[in-house]
């Protein structure tokens, strides 16, 4: 292939050397490609809710990807500011005729995509994206249906059946393909390229620690122990570093956020598993890919209020409830808390990622279980504090889990945490992981300590109302409650919908 190009490739998500068609393209293209990253502050901030732990992890992939670019002879571009602008100028300062990225399909970035285009069109760059985030084009998918997004599973399923089946991936770029299209190389490169401090973010290095490293290395490392894991998707395992029920998964969740690790190589690399577990996970990632699709064409997916597909309930205003859902992990004293959600909350806000099951439990907690409290809560809360928050599939998931939408009625079926609890933890040893105040409290009692007598209390040293804080609400009560409301709303629509 003639190499005619002097061309800019734009890491946005896609953080990743292995199966990266754009820069492929790149590469395979161009007599010299740089490589860029924009750190676009009050963008990212405003539409990728970047909290200081999920910047951390963001960093991490970067130095991550200017290690892999080094090994291939060159160095990431870190380039600030305005996006549009940035690429203006740089674009100018270096003759480029060409520009590459990997598609993304939220409705802002396809809008922010839309304003660049034009504005390098206008200087005769060409652009070049491709498909590189979800299995599926979003696009293809609501076209192959009717012009219509697919609502529910059986119709999401029906649709792709339809469709070519996820391709191979491609190449990984290495030393070999960048050989002919090096930049000249930047005495200064760190002072004026370099990878800016998390303070660059408008963040202090934040004060919990997460246990997940980001980065490209990372993520191939955990995706090949896991592949060879025989406790993958069984009760047996141990869930970050805790023996629980709780199925284990691959958390790969957070690197598929970022790109570091391609989703297609991700479904391709599921055939290493045993046959049944190859559906368990692809089922897993088809789910992904229904959030993508719906979230693709949606006006305010996040929200209750102006999305044309999510149910509209009347939920409770209740700033007490509301504060002690979100503080579950703070002071022991004085902060009110209803084991096992707490602990949870707990996890969340210092590690950055909890399991499905636990974000479930949350979740039900906040919305129709317990506190009728809006979703949107929840799904900001999440956002901004999950390592692998993201706009579609947490405001997607946030509306499945509460019957908001794709369900044509309201689960009855809602959480009792102290049951939840004695099922997923049967030892205690998550309750006593984040819940260390208890750690004394016998299993009988550990999930549901206001049952324990005076003297059981005394002697585990907690004691509740003071070291522990009383149950915010009655949680049988509230759950009836909310089951007669539920039942409501579905005998309503159902009456008119005849
Ligand atoms: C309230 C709520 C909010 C959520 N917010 C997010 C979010 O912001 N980002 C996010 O990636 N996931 C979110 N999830 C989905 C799910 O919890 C995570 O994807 C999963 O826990 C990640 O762990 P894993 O990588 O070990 O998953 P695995 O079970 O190993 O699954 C493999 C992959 O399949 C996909 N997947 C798994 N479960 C689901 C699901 N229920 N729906 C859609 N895709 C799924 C993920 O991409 C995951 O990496 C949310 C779930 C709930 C209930």
């Known amino acids: 292939m003639e190499r005619t190009h002097r061309t800019v490739h734009w890491f946005r998500k896609g953080l990743r050397l292995h199966d990266n068609e754009a820069l492929y393209h790149a590469v395979t293209t161009s007599q010299v490609v740089f490589p860029i990253y924009i750190v676009d502050v009050s963008w990212q901030k405003e539409k990728e809710k970047f909290s200081a732990i999920k910047t951390r992890f963001l960093i991490d992939c970067l130095k991550d990807l200017d290690e892999g670019l080094k090994k291939c002879g060159t160095r990431l571009y870190v380039l600030t500011g305005d996006a549009t602008q940035v690429i203006k100028k740089f674009c100018k300062e270096n003759e480029i005729t060409q520009m590459t990225w990997m598609k993304d399909a939220e409705i802002f970035y396809r809008e922010r995509d839309e304003e660049i285009t034009k504005v390098v069109h206008r200087m005769e760059i060409k652009t070049k994206s491709f498909l590189g985030h979800t299995l599926y084009d979003p696009d293809e998918v609501i076209a192959k249906n009717g012009g219509k997004i697919p609502l529910t599973m059986e119709e999401f399923y029906e649709t792709i059946n339809d469709m070519e089946q996820p391709g191979a991936p491609c190449p990984t770029v290495t030393a070999k393909h960048f050989k002919n299209c090096l930049p000249r190389a930047v005495e200064n490169h760190d002072s004026l390229y370099g990878i800016p401090k998390i303070a660059a973010w408008g963040h202090s290095a934040p004060r919990s620690l997460t246990i997940y490293k980001g980065g490209e290395r990372q993520a191939l490392k955990v995706l090949k122990a896991k592949m060879a894991d025989s406790t993958l998707f069984t009760l047996n395992g141990f869930n970050q570093g805790v023996k629980t029920k709780l199925p284990h998964t691959t958390y790969l969740s957070p690197y598929q956020n970022y790109g570091c690790i391609s989703t297609r190589f991700f479904w391709k690399s599921a055939e290493k598993l045993p046959a049944e577990k190859t559906i368990i996970l692809r089922g897993q990632m088809i789910y992904r890919e229904f959030f993508y699709v719906a979230a693709s064409q949606v006006n305010n997916f996040t929200k209750m209020t102006g999305n044309r597909i999510c149910r509209q309930i009347d939920w409770y205003e209740n ?114 992981k984040y819940c260390p105040e208890l750690k004394n409290m016998p299993l009988k009692y550990l999930f549901c300590p206001w049952e324990a007598p005076e003297n059981t209390q005394r002697h585990a040293r907690v004691q509740v109302g003071i070291d522990y804080p009383a149950p915010i609400v009655d949680y049988k009560k509230t759950r009836s409650q909310n089951l007669e409301q539920i039942r409501k709303i579905n005998l309503s629509e159902s009456i008119s919908a005849q």
């Open 319 to 432: 700033a007490d409830h509301l504060k002690a859902w979100k503080e579950g992990k703070t002071g022991l004293k004085n902060g009110p808390k209803f084991s096992p959600v707490s602990l949870v909350m707990r996890q969340l806000v210092t590690e950055g990622f909890i399991h499905h099951i636990n974000r479930w439990a949350v979740a039900s907690f906040l919305t129709n279980g317990q506190l009728w409290l809006n979703w949107e809560h929840g799904q900001q809360m999440f956002e901004e504090h999950q390592i692998d928050g993201d706009y579609a599939m947490n405001a997607g998931c946030w509306m499945w889990c509460t019957g908001s939408a794709f369900k044509e009625k309201i689960s009855e079926s809602t959480l009792d945490p102290v049951k939840f609890a004695r099922r997923w933890d049967p030892e205690g040893h998550f309750t006593r």
